[in-house]
């Protein structure tokens, strides 16, 4: 499985920003797909993951980030809105065969997002 981020950048503090993660390869076994974030001297952190109908979603992006994915183009999503500063990190999509949002198989290189003004 390959995974392809994009739609990183810079956006100023309260502004949106939409990454997108293209998959390839044997998807068809991926049961849960989830999207990390590391900022410098931090560890990685679980953002959002989705899998088997339902969501989750860490406390401090709840009602601005949604995770989706389109199974028609094999893409999954982070829309993040009401974006804040903390929000600042690389972020990286990730995918998983046993269906549990703490454990992936399979990661992308990561796409840098910075919230500044």
């Known amino acids: 499985v390959q995974l392809v981020e994009s739609g990183g950048g810079l956006v100023q503090p309260g502004g949106s920003l939409r990454l997108s993660c293209a998959a390839s390869?044997?998807?068809?076994?991926?049961l849960v797909w989830g999207w990390h974030r590391q900022a410098p001297g931090k560890e990685r952190e679980l953002v959002?993951?989705?899998?088997?109908?339902?969501?989750y979603y860490t406390e401090s992006v709840k009602g601005r980030f949604t995770i989706s994915r389109d199974n028609a183009k094999n893409t999954l999503y982070l829309q993040m809105n009401n974006m804040k500063p903390d929000d600042t990190a690389m972020y990286y999509c990730?995918?998983?065969?046993?269906?549990?949002?703490?454990?992936?198989?399979?990661w992308g290189q990561g796409t840098q997002v910075t919230v500044s003004s």
């Open positions: 959002a993951a989705w899998g088997s109908g339902s969501t």
């Open positions: 390869g044997s998807i068809d076994k991926i």
């Open positions: 990730a995918a998983g065969e046993l269906g549990l949002v703490d454990e992936y198989d399979y």
